[in-house]
C-alpha cells in the first residue's frame, strides 16, 4: 500500500502558554458566564460566573493567577500523568481473532483534518510510526455541528438543518473492542452527584482538557492501537478515544487521584469536576 507524505511546512511547534500565549476563538457565552484573562492584552482565558460579586470575584482571578500553571489552554501545557499512577490495559478475549483493516478513503478536506491531527500528535509524543502488525483499525472523520439553520431543499420545502462547523477524526476501534475483556469499574450516576450538590450556594465547574490523552498505555497494548490512514500507520503511546474500556480507566485514575477529595467538596464525572462550598470563602 501506498502511503503520502506529511507537509510539515505549515506547522509550528506550540510553545507552553505562559512563554506564548496562544490566540484562541471565544464563542458566545450565556449570560450567567463571562470571559476574564489571566494573561497580558487579553490572553490565557477563562470562564466565571458573571453574578459573582467584584471583591468575589477578583479573588477568583487572584487565585487562578497564583495556581495558572495548573491549567492548560494548549495540548503543550498538558505533562501527562505519571504511569505509577494510572496506565491503561488491553485485556483481550481468549478466543479472539485479530483484525487487520485497509484504509479509508477520505475526502481533500477530510484528509487535510487527518494530517494536521497526525503532525500535531507526531510533535506531541502521543503516537510514533508503526509497520503493519496483527491489530490494524481505519480512521474517519465525523462531523462537529453547529446551530440549526434552516435551508430550503430542491422541491422549495424549508428544513431545519444542523450545520457542519468542522470535522473530527475518530479511530474506528469496534473490531479491537469487540474482541476486548470489559471493565465493569462503576460509572457515578448523575442524579447521586446532584443530591450531593444540592443546596450548596457556590459550584465552580472545570473541564478536564483532553484528559483522556494523559494516560499512557501500557507498552505490551501499544501496538493494538495501531491505526491506518492516508500517511501512514501509527500507534498511541497515550489513551485515545474510542477504546471500550477508556471511560473506567479514566474514572478510576481521577478517583486515585482526588481521592481525599470526592463526595466532600469535588464531585468528578470523566473529565468533568464540579467543586461545591457552603460559602464562597470555602
Known amino acids: 500500500m501506498r502511503f503520502e507524505s506529511l507537509d510539515f511546512s505549515e506547522f509550528t511547534t506550540p510553545k507552553p502558554s505562559l512563554e506564548h500565549a496562544p490566540s484562541l476563538e471565544l464563542k458566545p457565552l450565556p449570560p450567567h458566564l463571562k470571559y476574564v484573562y489571566l494573561g497580558s492584552n487579553e490572553t ?134 469487540k474482541a476486548t475483556k470489559k471493565d465493569h469499574f462503576p460509572l457515578p450516576f448523575i442524579d447521586q452527584m446532584l443530591d450531593r450538590l444540592a443546596g450548596k450556594e457556590f459550584y465552580c465547574f472545570l473541564d478536564g482538557y483532553s484528559g483522556y490523552n494523559q494516560i499512557a498505555i501500557t507498552p505490551e497494548d501499544q501496538e493494538k492501537t495501531t491505526f491506518t490512514c492516508p500517511y501512514g500507520t501509527y500507534a498511541f503511546r497515550r489513551m485515545p478515544f474510542g477504546l471500550c474500556n477508556a471511560p473506567a480507566t479514566f474514572q478510576r485514575c481521577m478517583l486515585a487521584i482526588f481521592s481525599d477529595m470526592v463526595e466532600e467538596f469535588l464531585e468528578v464525572f470523566m473529565d468533568d469536576f464540579s467543586v461545591s462550598g457552603e460559602t464562597f470563602d470555602s
Open 44 to 177: 490565557l482565558t477563562v470562564i466565571i460566573s458573571s453574578k459573582l460579586l467584584p471583591d468575589q470575584e477578583c479573588s477568583l482571578i487572584n487565585l487562578l493567577s497564583q495556581y495558572k500553571k495548573a491549567i492548560g489552554w494548549t495540548m503543550d501545557d498538558l505533562k501527562g500523568i505519571s504511569p505509577t499512577i494510572c496506565m491503561h490495559k488491553i485485556m483481550l478475549e481468549e478466543c479472539h481473532s485479530n483484525s487487520v483493516e485497509p484504509q479509508r478513503r477520505l475526502n481533500p478536506v477530510m484528509k487535510k483534518v487527518v494530517m494536521k491531527e497526525i503532525i500535531k500528535w507526531l510533535d506531541a509524543g502521543f503516537i510514533y510510526p508503526i509497520s503493519d502488525n496483527s491489530w490494524v483499525s481505519p480512521v474517519q472523520c465525523v462531523s462537529k455541528k453547529g446551530g440549526i439553520t434552516v435551508m430550503t431543499n430542491d422541491e422549495n420545502e424549508l428544513l431545519p438543518t444542523r450545520t457542519v462547523t468542522g470535522w473530527r477524526i475518530c479511530m474506528d476501534y469496534r473490531k479491537l473492542n
